[in-house]
């Protein structure tokens, strides 16, 4: 058994055309989902990892599947325990971007542009629609600065040897 890192990505999107790809994505989805609770205390942030999930999703099953579980696993959390429906949005573009970017720019470049694509998403929805004071906002969006790089390079490290199993 090989593990690779990898500095840019050369391989291709996998599809979902067999019961192991999709019990694999399916998988994908419901870690990332348990991650959505999990929640890692930090000095006054608390910090989430589920975004490992959305970049191994966007990483090896493309664009479509990384805002697919970006959606599903930010639901719960966005309609009933934190009662903001616009992170789901975010999420999805987190991942459909991250996915879209990561063969012209390689994993961690795709990672940045797509949280650069998400913040005015997040700063509209969060001040204007969901009412959050903005300097609570800018917490968050530290906060998701950290998570997401920290997620995005697990992810890169993580999903070829994924991708290699599939």
Do not use: C
């Not at 205390?41 to 975004?51: E, S």
């Not at 930010?74 to 903001?84: E, K, M, R």
């Not at 005015?120 to 609570?136: E, F, G, I, Q, R």
């Amino acid at each position: 058994m090989k593990f690779e890192f990898i500095d840019s990505w050369k391989g291709e999107f996998i599809p979902v055309d067999s019961w192991k790809k999709l019990f694999a994505l399916t998988a994908i989805v419901l870690v990332t989902f348990a991650l959505t609770f999990m929640i890692v205390p930090f000095a006054q942030w608390r910090l989430h990892f589920f975004q490992l999930g959305i970049f191994m999703a966007a990483f090896v099953f493309g664009p479509w599947a990384g805002a697919l579980t970006g959606v599903l696993a930010s639901s719960y959390n966005g309609l009933f325990v934190i009662a903001n429906p616009w992170i789901i949005g975010g999420n999805a573009i987190l991942g459909l971007f991250s996915g879209i970017f990561l063969k012209k720019f390689g994993p961690m470049k795709a990672v940045l542009a797509a949280f650069a694509i998400q913040l005015p998403y997040l700063y509209v929805t969060d001040v204007y629609l969901a009412h959050m004071p903005v300097n609570v906002v800018y917490g968050v969006i530290a906060t998701l600065a950290v998570t997401t790089i920290s997620s995005g390079f697990i992810a890169s490290k993580v999903s070829p040897f994924l991708a290699n199993r599939l």
